[in-house]
């Protein structure tokens, strides 16, 4: 039976941020075997994070694309902020993978295997193995896992769900220097649903439809939403679809749960890095990874440690979440007011939980503080 120092099950956002973290470490030499069902040759997502400049793993071989401006919109009021420091960058999926294959191919120790993972066991101190199905079982010493459980999307636990359309226009109507972060629409059956707008040039974009929601919504139903969406904010404009994405993120506090054993290093949304409250991940996914990198050097990781809140940021998820699902009209507004009435890079600071509680009072004092006291009240865990 083939041994490795470790197996990383599952190269989505989460095991390709530690492999690039691995390969720039003094442990770059462990022989480290990549379990992944899917190929990752195609462009089948989006993601975004806002920093003063890209970060390490972020693509170099093609296009740069950020933005220095957002702006909100709600009930026709809009509010447009400058990132002062910050900017607001995209990575595109097919770039990541293409990348991460790219920076693994230079280490003949590393190895990428397409096989789906059917069981993870514990051994004795030193190992563990997984049961790959077509390519049998490999020994190793650590096991990291990103690979989710199924999850039952029925469930009334709270759900972000998206679909966005990148869109090519054609005529210039764009303005490429500023992203719509949120844009409610009054029209929607849901008051929480809204759009998310990346324009990459005048005449393209991502389009994109989100709600938070405890039923699960139809494909078809996200698209008509979109469609109309175009027809009213851009009438008369002929587009073409070049690219379609969706999905959906369970919006909770609790501990994600997983039928792996408990030595298994959980990474990415199983490790917690889902902020609850607004569906962010891959900047935690990054912090996460670098506490990890760091522990193994150091070689004193206990094992599945998951990635850790402050636990005042737990109880304002839950108080958003709780608004949510009982006053779903009250969100359109509380987002709208946080960003109007503070500096936007403050706000992404706080959606980083990164400010300090002074900061965080600042922040929530200038709100309305009715809809939050009533949701104390009624305080519920999601």
């Given at each position: 039976?083939?041994?490795?120092?470790?197996?990383?099950?599952?190269?989505?956002?989460?095991?390709?941020?530690?492999?690039?973290?691995?390969?720039?470490?003094?442990?770059?030499?462990?022989?480290?075997?990549?379990?992944?069902s899917?190929?990752?040759?195609?462009?089948?997502?989006?993601?975004?994070?806002?920093?003063?400049?890209?970060?390490?793993l972020?693509?170099?071989?093609?296009?740069?694309?950020?933005?220095?401006?957002?702006?909100?919109i709600?009930?026709?009021?809009?509010?447009?902020?400058?990132?002062?420091?910050?900017?607001y960058?995209?990575?595109k999926?097919?770039?990541?993978y293409?990348?991460?294959f790219?920076?693994?191919?230079?280490?003949?120790?590393?190895?990428?295997?397409q096989?789906?993972?059917?069981?993870?066991?514990?051994?004795?101190?030193?190992?563990?193995?997984?049961?790959?199905?077509?390519?049998?079982?490999f020994?190793?010493?650590?096991?990291?896992?990103?690979?989710p459980?199924?999850?039952?999307?029925?469930?009334?636990?709270?759900?972000?769900?998206?679909?966005g359309?990148?869109i090519?226009?054609e005529?210039p109507?764009?303005?490429?220097?500023?992203?719509?972060?949120?844009?409610?629409?009054?029209?929607s059956?849901?008051?929480?649903?809204?759009?998310?707008?990346?324009?990459?040039?005048?005449?393209?974009?991502?389009?994109e439809?989100t709600t938070?929601?405890?039923?699960?919504?139809?494909?078809?139903?996200?698209?008509?939403?979109?469609?109309?969406?175009?027809?009213?904010?851009?009438?008369g404009?002929?587009?073409n679809?070049q690219?379609?994405?969706?999905?959906?993120?369970?919006?909770?506090?609790?501990?994600?749960?997983?039928?792996s054993?408990?030595?298994?290093?959980?990474?990415?949304?199983?490790?917690?890095?889902?902020?609850?409250?607004?569906?962010?991940?891959?900047?935690?996914?990054?912090?996460?990874?670098?506490?990890i990198?760091?522990?193994?050097?150091?070689?004193?990781?206990p094992?599945?440690?998951?990635?850790?809140?402050?636990?005042?940021?737990?109880?304002?998820?839950?108080i958003?979440?709780?608004?949510?699902?009982?006053?779903?009209?009250?969100?359109?507004?509380?987002?709208?007011?946080?960003?109007?009435?503070?500096?936007?890079?403050?706000i992404?600071?706080?959606?980083?939980e990164?400010?300090?509680?002074?900061?965080?009072?600042?922040?929530?004092?200038k709100?309305?503080?009715?809809?939050?006291?009533?949701?104390?009240?009624?305080y519920?865990?999601?």
């Amino acid at each position: 039976m083939k041994s490795y120092d470790y197996i990383i099950c599952g190269f989505g956002c989460a095991g390709i941020s530690l492999i690039r973290q691995i390969i720039n470490s003094p442990l770059k030499d462990k022989n480290i075997l990549i379990v992944d069902s899917d190929p990752k040759k195609k462009n089948d997502r989006t993601w975004c994070y806002w920093a003063e400049s890209p970060l390490d793993l972020h693509p170099r071989n093609a296009p740069l694309v950020f933005w220095n401006k957002i702006k909100i919109i709600s009930d026709h009021q809009v509010t447009e902020k400058n990132l002062e420091h910050l900017k607001y960058f995209h990575i595109k999926a097919s770039d990541f993978y293409r990348e991460a294959f790219d920076a693994i191919a230079e280490y003949p120790n590393i190895e990428f295997l397409q096989d789906s993972v059917d069981q993870i066991a514990e051994g004795n101190l030193d190992d563990m193995t997984v049961y790959l199905k077509e390519n049998g079982p490999f020994k190793c010493q650590k096991v990291f896992n990103s690979i989710p459980p199924v999850v039952d999307f029925n469930s009334k636990m709270i759900k972000q769900i998206f679909m966005g359309w990148e869109i090519s226009f054609e005529s210039p109507i764009l303005d490429p220097k500023v992203a719509t972060f949120m844009q409610f629409d009054q029209e929607s059956i849901s008051p929480n649903d809204f759009f998310y707008v990346l324009p990459f040039s005048s005449k393209s974009a991502l389009v994109e439809f989100t709600t938070y929601r405890t039923e699960m919504i139809g494909e078809n139903e996200m698209e008509t939403y979109i469609t109309k969406y175009l027809d009213k904010n851009y009438p008369g404009c002929t587009y073409n679809i070049q690219f379609k994405e969706k999905g959906c993120i369970p919006l909770t506090t609790f501990p994600m749960e997983s039928s792996s054993p408990q030595r298994v290093i959980q990474l990415g949304t199983l490790a917690g890095c889902t902020k609850p409250s607004s569906g962010f991940t891959f900047y935690n996914i990054q912090k996460h990874c670098g506490e990890i990198v760091q522990k193994l050097q150091e070689e004193n990781y206990p094992g599945s440690q998951k990635w850790k809140r402050k636990s005042r940021f737990t109880f304002y998820d839950n108080i958003l979440l709780n608004i949510a699902k009982k006053w779903p009209s009250e969100l359109p507004e509380i987002f709208f007011t946080m960003f109007e009435k503070n500096p936007a890079s403050q706000i992404l600071k706080f959606l980083n939980e990164e400010t300090t509680l002074s900061e965080e009072i600042s922040i929530l004092w200038k709100l309305r503080f009715n809809i939050f006291i009533k949701s104390l009240l009624n305080y519920e865990r999601h």
